[in-house]
């Protein structure tokens, strides 16, 4: 066997910094025992911190310089400019020669530090691209990708909330030929829980419903929905309904003129006899939980094996660095526009059970 080939079976050794979101990298590491070792959870100590080491079986490390040497730090701490020590965190590790994926949001100003000091250390930084890599935005990305060849949308809508606004601006840049001349027209604010902007990309016009609302004390929650984009083509809609599905192909209704001769009527066109909706793939309902800990593992799994591949490839990082700047950048556009979120006080959360809506509707449970 050649050293080369016999390197790159050698386990990859990881650190995991955050104990929030950071179990879901856990979760994902831990599935994949084969490629990687998670030597441990980085973290200030708290008791969350020291429930979640117990919990997944990992020490607890509270000391940077006690971290051992790592090949992939995840580092899943907010960032600097939205407040927090993710950004210098990240910087940290790459000057010790640690390869580092990042949590976003990600400001323009720390993506370009991050990738300044990748380069300068020769090693590899990159933004975690979760929600692109789920299965029903993935999908809704490759059915976009072919129907833009055949035909530009004619109009571009999307919804979402704050908490997951980058990875929106990152869906579309998957999504769409270019989203790198999107200019804001206007914003109206505060039409109920949502912000309505206007915009162009190129000579497409753009609508975003922006969920601009925020619960202080549970930032996580409230929003009342992640993803919802439509577009719109000549020849029909395409919908991804929510960031976990399913995705929708809703063909433009047309009515044949020799629909109104009854002699006809059993000659129509092909498109006559189109299904009103489609919903595209295998498409199941899934719980809440096996969205979070199924589709969410796997998608942060998608991006650590990415990571390796670039490592062990050897991989330009210029092409992945200049993308993710623009993203950074658009994604700076949108939310200065919006402003800042508007502070909500719940009284809780309200929870209609499923099967009582099915009883609204006159269907057996």
Known sequence: MKLKEKFKMQRKKVIVCGSTFGQFYIHALQSM???????????????????????YGIPLITEFDQIPQVDIACVVISSGTIGGI???????????????IQEQPIHLKDVSLCFRAAKRNNVYYKVCDLYPKLSEVSRFIRIANELNKKELPLYIKGAFCPQ??????????????????????????????????????????????????????????????????????????LILEDTFGPVLWKPRMHIPKSLYNPENQKNMPAYILENTIEPLGNYSPKHFDQALFGDWK??????????????????DLAPLA?????????????????????????????????????????ESV
């Not at 084969?34 to 973290?43: A, D, K, N, T």
């Open 33 to 55: 025992p084969e490629r990687f070792e998670l030597v441990g959870l980085y973290g200030k100590g708290s008791e969350r911190s020291k429930k979640c080491a117990d919990t």
């Open 86 to 100: 993710g950004t210098d965190l990240a910087i940290r590790f790459m000057d010790k020669g640690v390869n580092v």
């Open 164 to 237: 997951v606004s980058y990875p929106a601006i990152d869906i579309l840049s998957h999504a769409l030929p270019s989203i790198f001349s999107f200019v804001v027209d206007s914003v109206a604010d505060a039409v109920g829980p949502f912000d309505i902007l206007t915009g162009k990309l190129d000579d497409i016009p753009i609508m975003l419903e922006y969920n601009n609302q925020v619960f202080p004390e549970d930032r996580d929650n409230y929003e009342h929905l992640l993803h919802n984009f439509a577009f719109v083509y000549e020849s029909g809609r």
């Open 298 to 315: 796997l998608g942060i799994a998608d991006n650590i094996l990415e990571l390796e591949s670039m490592i062990d490839n050897h991989v």
């Open 322 to 362: 200049q993308r993710q700047i623009q993203v950074s950048k658009k994604w700076n556009e949108l939310t200065s526009a919006f402003s800042f979120a508007k502070i909500i006080h719940p009284d809780g959360h309200h929870y209609i059970p499923s099967n009582d809506i099915k009883k609204f509707s006159g």
